[in-house]
């Protein structure tokens, strides 16, 4: 049996930045990670316990 996952929108989604959302699903072994614009094009899992070194990683490539 399937449930539905809880998707939940980035804190950093706002007015603005409304082109650029994604959305986390907790699901308890890993953490589902998708666009919100087009969710059916798939999703993008890691484990849970590499879920905080993968975002801490992805601030890194982002800072000038």
């Not at 449930?3 to 699901?27: I, L, M």
């Not at 999703?43 to 601030?59: C, M």
């Amino acid at each position: 049996m399937s449930t539905a996952a809880n998707w939940r929108k980035s804190s950093y989604s706002s007015f603005g930045d409304g082109d650029s959302c994604v959305e986390v699903s907790d699901r308890r072994t890993h953490i589902a990670i998708r666009d919100s614009k087009a969710p059916a094009y798939g999703t993008l899992t890691v484990p849970a316990d590499a879920f905080t070194p993968f975002i801490e990683a992805l601030k890194t490539l982002t800072r000038p």
